[in-house]
């Protein structure tokens, strides 16, 4: 197959995440020109020069929305408190994000991903978020990554699962050591090779045993015998976070946008005729 061939079906998956990209961020300047959306929280600011930086920012920003050592629940409502707004598109590939301003930014994350990988994306893109990067696409980025990417991997696996989550939860969990994993990633919704990895950076497995457990992917079977259910998708095809939804529904109310219009912006989320009575409508 000639280069240029190879090269093409990425090329397009680019041009239509960094197209949605374009769109979603419009519409988020829209909003929040008018008043409906937010800026975030700010963390203090420091050079992220190496992986333990990294894992250290993650943390700050667990602490600063009162994480703590808990689950993230959803991923768009998370990001929205330092104020990315995320979009999950029916579209492949990774992600992409672009930062508007301090604290104001968007995400595109790909919707044909399996659940774990498009939550660690979300992460993934946060992380950009919080370390200033003006514009980031994440197509191909696993083909060839540079240390800028492997600090932002760092940053999205601490911010999902970090080690002091995993030391705490670990001795309380019952089992062998896959039964404790299996019951670790779907309480913090993380794919079986991030829970694997984030084992063994804790210590609590050495480099031979993750490679044995990491082949052993469990099944949806092995969730609701283990973990008594199966973990709740995150991130479906059109979903946006509770900020979004609440500043469509807002300019809506007020008559910014029309009923049409406040639907496309939901992205599915309503039918029309889901659509809140408004004051003027409701009025005799």
């Known amino acids: 197959m000639d280069l240029d061939e190879a090269a093409q079906p990425a090329a397009r998956d680019r041009f239509r995440l960094d197209a949605a990209l374009e769109a979603h961020a419009r519409d988020a300047e829209f909003l929040r020109t008018g008043g409906f959306l937010p800026d975030g929280l700010a963390l203090p600011s ?24 808990k689950p993230v629940q959803g ?21 992409a994000s672009l930062r508007l301003d301090d604290q104001f930014g968007v ?6 991903a399996p659940a774990g990988r498009r939550r660690f ?9 919080l370390l200033g990067d003006e514009y980031q696409s994440d197509i191909g980025v696993a083909a060839s990554r540079d240390e800028r990417e492997c600090l932002i991997d760092a940053f999205a696996a601490a911010f999902l699962l970090p080690e002091t989550a995993v030391t705490a939860r670990w001795p309380l969990l019952q089992g062998s050591e896959r039964e404790k994993l299996v019951q670790l990633a779907a309480e913090f919704r993380v794919s079986w090779g991030a829970a694997v990895k984030a084992v063994k950076r804790a210590g609590l497995v050495d480099a ?9 992917t469990p099944q949806r079977g092995d969730f609701l015998a283990i973990f008594g259910t199966e973990p709740v998708e995150d991130l479906r095809t ?8 609440r500043a469509v529904l807002a300019a809506y109310q007020d008559g910014t946008v029309t009923p049409a219009r406040a639907i496309e ?3 599915g989320a309503l039918e029309e005729t889901d659509l809140p009575d408004r004051e003027d409508d409701a009025a005799p």
């Open 46 to 69: 420091g050079p992220v020069a190496s992986v333990a930086d990294a894992r250290a920012l993650a943390l700050s920003a667990r602490a600063a929305i009162a994480l703590d050592d």
């Open 75 to 95: 991923m768009a409502s998370t990001a929205e408190y330092f104020g990315l707004y995320l979009l999950v598109a029916a579209l492949p590939g990774e992600g």
């Open 107 to 112: 995400a595109i994350v790909g919707g044909t």
């Open 121 to 129: 994306t979300a992460a993934h893109e946060l992380g950009h978020h």
């Open 208 to 216: 031979q045993r993750a490679g044995t457990l990491n082949a052993q």
């Open 238 to 245: 059109g979903e946006t976070g509770a900020a979004w939804r």
């Open 265 to 267: 912006l939901l992205h």
